[in-house]
C-alpha cells in the first residue's frame, strides 16, 4: 500500500530549517547508505552513521512501517549475545510518482518503478484552466496517481515549465499561469509524500543522463512550446546564481535583429525553434512557390541559431554531447544536421570531433522518468 499520511509539513521559501526536516534527513541518510552499502545491521548502521543505537532503531522501525526497508534475517557473523537481523532497502517494493505539466494539451503524472518504467499513467486534458484552478487539478491528479500505486511510494518528482527556487516555488510559468506558487509544499502537504520540483528541461536531462545513455558533460535542449535546456557538468546538473541555469529561449542569438518575440524582444532563440515557430514557418514554405527548397531552407536556419546560441556554452563547458528533446519530425534530419554542422564549424577543431549531437531516446517520457530520477536520486543517492 502506498505510505501517504500527513507529516503536516509547513515549510516555506527562506524558512529555516525545522526540526522534522532534520529527522527527514537522517531517513534519507538510513536509505541512502543501505542503497549504497548494502544490508547490515541496525549497530552497524548506528557506527556508520555516527548516530545512536536508539536513534537508528527508531529510524529503521519508521521506514519499516513505511514500507521503505525490510529485514533480511540474521547476520552470519558471530558475536556475542544474540544474532543481530540485517536491515536492507525495500529494493524490490519501492515506487515513485513522477509527473509532468509541460505538454501543452495535458497534465501527465505516472507511478514507476525504481529502473524509470512506466507502470501506470494518467493524463488530464488542462483545457483552458490557469491558475489556482490548475494548481486544483495538478493536487488531484497525483493524489488519484499515488492511489495507483502498487507499492510504498518514495516521493514524487515534478518536471514543470518555468522557472523554480531549490524549494519548489514556481517562480513563473506564464502558460500555466503561475507565480510564485509553492509547488512542492502545496503537495507535500496534500500527499504526505516527499517532493521534488524542477524545470521541464531539467528533469529531462536528469532522464537522460541516468537512463538514455547521456554522459557526464552534457546539454539536452527541450523544444515545445517554448525552447529550454538542462546542463549535466561533471555529473551534476548545473543550477545557476537564480535557479535559472538552461534558460536559453529568449537569448537574443545573431546582430540581426529578427521576428518579434513574445517576451517583446526580437531574434530570441524561440522565434526560430520553438516548436510553434517552427511549424508556423514550415507552414509558410509549404505554401510558397518551391516549396521543398523553402522547407530546407527553415531546418537549416533553425538548425543555424540553436547551433550559434550552443557554440559558446559547449566551448566554454567542453560539453561531449548535445541532446535535442522534442517533436522527431520537426528535430530529427536536416534540422539535426544543421545543428551539427554549424557547431562543428564554430568549435576548436579537434580528432575525433569534440561533440556529438543526437536526439533523446523517448521525447514523450522523458519529463516522467527525469522526474522520478529526481526522486531517486534525493532519496536514494543514485544517479
Ligand atoms: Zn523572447
Known sequence: MPSVRDRGHSKRAGAATLPSDGRANNLSLVRRTLHADGAMSRADL?????????????????????????????SGAVRPGKPAILVDINRQGLQ???VDLSSE???????????????????????????????EQVLELVAETAGRATAPLLGIGVGTPGIVTGDGVVLTAPNLGWSEVPVRELLEKHTGLPT??????????????????GCDDEILVKIGRGVGSG???????????????????????????????????????????????????LGVAAAGEDPEAATAVVYQEAGERLAIA??????????????????????????????????????????????????????????????????????????
Not at 545543428?339 to 568549435?347: E, G, I, K, N, S
Request: proline share 4%; hydrophobic share 45%.
Open 46 to 74: 548506528s557506527r556508520t552513521l555516527g548516530l545512536t543505537r536508539v536513534t537508528v532503531s527508531d529510524l529503521v522501525s519508521d521506514l519499516m512501517d513505511r514500507g521503505h526497508v525490510v529485514e533480511l534475517g540474521q
Open 96 to 98: 515513485v510518482i513522477g
Open 105 to 135: 494539451s495535458d497534465l501527465r503524472a505516472a507511478v514507476l518503478d525504481l529502473d524509470g518504467n512506466i507502470l501506470e499513467r494518467l493524463e488530464r486534458p488542462v483545457g483552458t484552466a490557469t491558475g489556482q484552478a490548475v494548481v
Open 196 to 213: 521534488l520540483v524542477s524545470n521541464d528541461a531539467d528533469a529531462a536531462v536528469h532522464a537522460d543522463h541516468t537512463f538514455g545513455g
Open 231 to 281: 546542463v549535466i557538468v561533471g555529473g551534476r546538473r548545473a543550477r545557476g546564481a537564480h535557479s535559472a541555469a538552461g534558460e536559453i529561449g529568449h537569448v537574443t542569438v545573431g546582430t540581426d535583429a529578427g521576428t518579434l518575440c513574445v517576451c517583446g524582444r526580437t531574434g530570441c532563440l524561440e522565434t526560430w525553434m520553438s516548436a510553434p515557430s517552427l511549424e508556423r514557418a
Open 310 to 383: 550552443l557554440a559558446p556554452v559547449v566551448g566554454v563547458l567542453d560539453l561531449a554531447e548535445v541532446v535535442l528533446s522534442g517533436p522527431r519530425h520537426l528535430l530529427g534530419g536536416p534540422l539535426l544536421d544543421a545543428v551539427q554542422q554549424t557547431l562543428l564549424a564554430r568549435l576548436l577543431h579537434q580528432d575525433p570531433q569534440p561533440v556529438t549531437v543526437r536526439l533523446a531516446a523517448d521525447p514523450q517520457d522523458i519529463v516522467l522518468r527525469g522526474a522520478a530520477v529526481m526522486v531517486l536520486w534525493n532519496q536514494l543517492g543514485v544517479a
